[in-house]
């Protein structure tokens, strides 16, 4: 089993950066993809990016370049650093992780989840 801290979240001016975080914990964290996804309210759980066993990085289609997903095995952390944010970009954002050789990127694909960290970005 693998338990998912998420942190970092808040509120941001359009334009601007967030750091979110999401320490793992549990036996052999690396074997695990990992994925971000985000929720705003009244709509359905969005993929945002997913980082593979070897680091491979998978984005969706909205992140344009602004986003990007790392892991740190050593630490049992995985990083979304968000750049040049939108008010549209406004949700809860939730990491995820799977026992998996493959990317994924529908959450019904995984089976551990955060509690989540909310990201307001005002206009």
């Known amino acids: 089993q693998v338990q998912l801290v998420e942190s970092g979240g808040g509120l941001v001016q359009a334009g601007g950066s967030l750091r979110l975080s999401c320490a793992a914990s549990?036996?052999?964290?690396?074997?695990?993809?990992f994925g971000w996804f985000r929720q705003a309210t009244g709509k359905e759980r969005e993929f945002v990016a997913a980082v593979s066993r070897n680091s491979r990085t998978y984005y969706g289609d909205f992140v344009k370049g602004r986003f990007t997903i790392s892991r740190d095995n050593a630490k049992n952390m995985v990083y979304l650093q968000m750049d040049s944010l939108k008010p549209e970009y406004t949700a809860v954002y939730y990491c995820?992780?799977?026992?998996?050789?493959?990317?994924?990127?529908?959450?019904?694909?995984?089976?551990?989840w955060g509690q989540g960290t909310q990201v307001t970005v005002s206009s």
């Open positions: 995820a992780a799977v026992n998996s050789i493959m990317e994924r990127t529908t959450p019904s694909e995984y089976n551990y």
């Open positions: 549990g036996r052999t964290v690396s074997i695990y993809v």
